[in-house]
Nanobody, 126 residues
Framework: QVQLVESGGGSVQAGGSLRLSCAAS????????MGWFRQAPGKEREGVAA??????????YYADSVKGRFTISQDNAKSTVYLQMNSLKPEDSAMYYC?????????????????WGQGTQVTVSS
């Protein structure tokens, strides 16, 4: 079993920044990717960013809606991933979830992740 603990959510005005952190209790042979997902009320959970954990400078993946604004990074020694969110927009408001697992076929698909954190709320006001 893998436990994931997110932190760093909060409220910010449009154009501001937040940094989310996700600490994993451990990596396993099935946790090849760490991803960030978000879910707004009434909407499906969508993939935001993912990183390949098997390399120090693992490949990264982003949803089109956040490219150029969000950056995912990792500290493998700490089994921790980060999501730096800049130029935030009101439409970025959602519950953000960290997940471990993933597949090289679609690293941003929520169906490929086995382990999930409890989520952290991000609210962006206009």
């Amino acid at each position: 079993q893998v436990q994931l603990v997110e932190s760093g959510g909060g409220s910010v005005q449009a154009g501001g920044s937040l940094r989310l952190s996700c600490a994993a209790s451990r990596y396993t042979n099935t946790t090849n990717y760490m991803g960030w997902f978000r879910q707004a009320p009434g909407k499906e959970r969508e993939g935001v960013a993912a990183v390949y954990t098997r390399a120090r400078a693992g490949s990264t993946y982003y949803a089109d809606s956040v490219k150029g604004r969000f950056t995912i990074s990792q500290d493998n020694a700490k089994s921790t991933v980060y999501l730096q969110m800049n130029s935030l927009k009101p439409e970025d408001s959602a519950m953000y979830y960290c997940a471990a697992g993933g597949s090289r076929y679609n690293p941003l698909s929520r169906y490929e992740y086995n382990y999930w954190g409890q989520g952290t709320q991000v609210t962006v006001s206009s």
